[in-house]
């Protein structure tokens, strides 16, 4: 029968695949992100530990996690040796290797662990062994090294000869004992692992570490494995039993500088135990809301598709009416009759879901596209098992959902009538042209409501799109180079670093060369409390700030105009009279008025010595993210400081940037080929990454509200030609007894602007619903916009009148004596 009307087919195909393969694609990266446990076994036992609370020190923070579930070494040491309740207690931190092998430089990930990490996860190595307690021990004893496996395939080609060999890992030479098994990424989502390093290693790879020992420094993720038998309340409370007198007996002394009421929260501090089974990563809460509202959406756009499909099936069913009672009045039982036309429907699904797995393929690659390299790097793109099965499912439960009431009101054909008809007619017609009619309805307020989401999105991107960053980031390559990490000392590395900037300001178009140590606009943010000359500074004030370390004429080169003072000069050089910039953010926070360039600061303690210089004031410019409001900043001269290992440079030229861009790579090759050049990009390239999340949600709502419009459109289309058609002796005796055609065309506009009206009613009512509830992932808007919402009312208004324009014209053509003919 599907053959016998191919275009009921083909319509009915094509909305069911890009209704289902829109569902397939976001919850492939809904299962990734949010559903998907760790590929250990049982890791339903699998834990992780935080201590929210004052934290005062040094806390350092990554992908892992919020900086409230970080831990120190020492507290990590305590409950490692003391904890009864679990199998095991582990600790990580990521971090960026400089890598090279046989004198080859490469980039990667890397991550530190404890030597009871991979024993906690239960894994068994792909080849050789896995770091065990022995391999971290003793603080800066083990060069040893698990790899990663697609790292090992990759470089080795799953050669067991790697075992033994040497790999050089931030100039320091450490020997492979083993590889990670097939399909393990390490425990944080959004990284993968190149190498695994005992986190007792951690001062051979940084320099300056000095914190192991230190209780007001916290770096460290904790996770554990509960035995048998343990719930996670029962390992709270245990855990708690050793965690706080530790706290209070040991931690509580070792506070300087701390009022009253801090002191009360730091003794009150606990340990909080959470499901583990997905491991530790930040992507978990960040991707919470946009994937569930990517999901909603395009449920929505897949209703719309069955609502479509079965407005078809209705018409169809009429024309099939007769054959219909032919079968019941034959003998037919109308549970046969059911089967039959389900089983059409559900193999109408099962074409549509195979068709689907193209447009979810095509999704994915599409979001894949939008997303940075370093994260896409870490999802698969790819068709999983579980994403087929999943979309089989999907097409069952469509196929009987947009096929059942067509299904059942076929077969409650009254026999005699349409036997007696021959053809074409139902009873309970009235009953059937309106439930049609309500599907259309149904389907125009859920285009109304995507239409207004999607609208408010694209708005919130535009708002991002137009944020003053405060400089010019135009024509602007940056790339990263880290010396230190390729085995030089800290004075080696800063005279490197000079001749870095030397060697971009020889390749011919640049015009200006500067650096900082924080990148501009990557997320990354680091910060200190300071004291600064007329401040008062004391328990419990608030004097943190941002900071970072830049290059002579830093601001001049990014378009900032100085507002007072000068740019950070080639001659604040190492051993001179120390000198910082601090933006109006900062001359603001610390009461430093229109006379701040000359007072003096530290980043430190209320003990330490005011000895660094303000020199100038710049107006306030982005600094960690694009959204974000400006936070007080300071500024140190980078030559200042033999301890910086690693640069971010920002080249401008008259060359195109992609030319300049190919141009850079040669400056490494000529100064030093051991050492890479990292994370080379253009600076709007850097920019899109950093609202790259805003990107992808306006683009996707975008798409799924047109395609979900387009598919009401065509709903109401068939369901106003269906009507015609069906009407067609009804319109005949109108225009005979003195109708004109105007008169008819009316007749089917006002059809089609009630159905709209009430549509576009109940689909603004639920829009306002859904810009509330998503208020926190718009910019600049607070889930309302009169210009969104009257555009999208137009725009439905205008597919729908162009929908409705060629049953109504049909309808006014009708000739009056064929009409009366009409059977």
Partial sequence: MLLKTPFVTAVAVMSLALGIGANSAIYSLFDQMLLR?????????????????PKPGQTQCSQAGSCEVVFSYPMFRDLERTQTVLTGLAAHRTFGPSL??????????????????FPTLQLQPAAGRLL???????????????????????????????????????????????????????TTLGTQPSVYVPISMRAELEVGFKNFDNRRSYWMYVFGRRKPGVTIAQATVALNALYRPILNDVEVPLQENMSAQTLTQFRAKTLTVEDGRRGQSSIHREAKSPLYLLMGVTLVVLLIACANIANLLLARGAGRSAEMGVRLALGASRKQLLSLLLTESILLAAIGGVVSLIVAKLTLSFIASMMPADAAGTIVFALEP????????????TGVIFGLFPAMHSTRADLIGVIRAGAGQLTGGKAAARFRATLVTVQIALSMALLVSAGLFLKSLRNVSRVDLGMNLNDLATFRVSPVRAGMDTIR???YLARVEQELKAIPGVTGVTASRVPLLSGESWGSGVQVQGFA???????????????????TMLGVPMRAGRDIAESDEFGGAKVAVVNEAFAKKFNLGRDAVGKFMVDGGPTDTLNVQIVGVVPDMKYSDVKDTVPPVFYYAARQDHGIGALHYYVRSSLPTAQLMAAIPGVRKKLDPTIPVEDLKSMPQQIRENVFLDRMISILSAAFAIIATLLAGIGLYGMLAFS??????EIGVRMALGANSARVRRMVMKQVGLMT???????????????????ALLFGLEGYDASVFSLSVVSLAIVALAAGFIPARRAALVDPMQALRHD
């Fill in 100 to 117: 090279s092998i046989d004198g080859e430089p490469m980039t990667g990930q890397g991550v530190m662990v404890s030597g009871s990490y």
């Fill in 537 to 555: 500074s004391g328990p419990d004030v608030d004097n943190d700030s941002r900071f970072n370390q830049v290059g002579p004429g830093y601001f």
């Fill in 493 to 495: 590395a800063a005279i």
């Fill in 132 to 186: 065990a307690p022995t391999d971290d021990a003793v603080i800066g004893a083990n060069f040893v090294v698990v790899l990663g496996y697609e790292f090992w395939r990759d470089t080795f080609g799953e050669s067991p000869g790697a075992i033994g060999k040497t790999i050089r890992i931030n100039g320091k030479t450490f020997t492979v004992i083993g590889v990670a098994p097939q399909g393990f990424s390490g």
């Fill in 757 to 775: 009206a009430i549509g576009a009613v109940v689909g603004v009512s639920a829009a306002f619903g859904i810009g509330k509830a998503a208020r």
């Fill in 386 to 397: 579980q994403v087929i099965v999943f979309t089989a499912a999907l097409a069952l439960v």
């Fill in 724 to 729: 015609v058609a069906q009407r067609t002796r």
């Fill in 37 to 53: 446990p760790l590929p250990v076994p049982d890791p339903v036992a699998l834990i992780n530990l935080g201590a929210p609370g």
